[in-house]
């Protein structure tokens, strides 16, 4: 069965810091991968999406994400974290030729000043 | 843009009464999903609709009830409530006719709804 994996329930970085958020999934091919973020009280907002070509996409808020067929990993990346980055963040899979979308357990992120 | 907007933000019922949730949104899509979020739980679907007209189950649809009444406007409704759906509830759209694709999702702001 598909599913999704965030192996980290929280993370705290400090400002100026470098972020990577895990995301693992198990699929039989290559899904439709997303990352989303929530803000408190809000609703989710699409940061980045692979489908397919290069495995190094790019999103909104400077974050970009790899996706490496061989680990089934498609972790979240920051270079440099702003105190507006604390939030959590969701990876989802689509799953092709279905209505599904699975959605991981989230990772919330701390950003110290 | 108004994008997905859901109606009410926040609502407390008591065991055994019903409500409706609202959703709409303004840009065109064909597919629209309810989810509801618990802590360390995701999201989990409830219902979904695939274009308009036709509406399917998810993984969680035992207690609720959609209906989508256009293309806009997909509501979700609670007949009689309990403890067990205390959660916070999301409406989503997308371009696509229904299969997951590589469109994502746009998602209202969502309701919490407190059932005591």
């Known amino acids: 069965a598909q599913s999704v994996t965030q192996p980290d329930i929280h993370i705290t970085v400090s400002e100026g810091a470098s972020l990577e958020l895990r995301c693992n999934y198990s699929?039989?091919?290559?899904?439709?991968l997303f990352w989303y973020v929530q803000s408190p009280g809000q609703g989710l907002q699409l940061l980045l999406k692979?489908?397919?070509?290069?495995?190094l996409v790019q999103g909104i808020k400077g974050f970009e994400a790899e996706f490496k067929r061989s680990q089934s990993s498609f972790n979240l990346r920051k270079p440099s974290v702003h105190w507006s980055d604390a939030a959590e963040y969701f990876c989802?899979?689509?799953?092709?030729?279905?209505?599904?979308?699975?959605f991981g357990t989230g990772t919330r992120l701390k950003v110290l000043a | 843009n108004a994008g997905v907007t859901q109606t009410p933000k926040f609502q407390v019922l008591k065991t055994g009464q019903s409500m409706t949730l609202q959703c709409a949104q303004d840009m065109n899509h064909n597919s629209m999903y309810w989810y509801r979020q618990d802590p360390g739980m995701g999201l989990r679907l409830i219902y979904y609709?695939?274009?308009?007209?036709?509406?399917d189950k998810g993984e969680v649809p035992n207690g609720y009830n959609v209906s989508r009444l256009n293309k806009r406007e997909f509501s979700l409704r609670l007949e009689s409530a309990a403890p067990s759906q205390t959660s916070v509830y999301f409406c989503?759209?997308?371009?696509?006719?229904?299969?997951?694709?590589?469109?994502?999702?746009?998602f209202g702001s969502g309701t919490r709804l407190t059932v005591v």
């Open positions: 692979y489908f397919s070509g290069d495995t």
């Open positions: 609709s695939a274009s308009e007209g036709t509406t």
């Open positions: 699929y039989g091919a290559t899904p439709y």
């Open positions: 989503a759209s997308t371009q696509s006719g229904g299969t997951a694709d590589n469109y994502g999702y746009t």
């Open positions: 989802a899979v689509g799953v092709k030729g279905t209505y599904k979308y699975i």
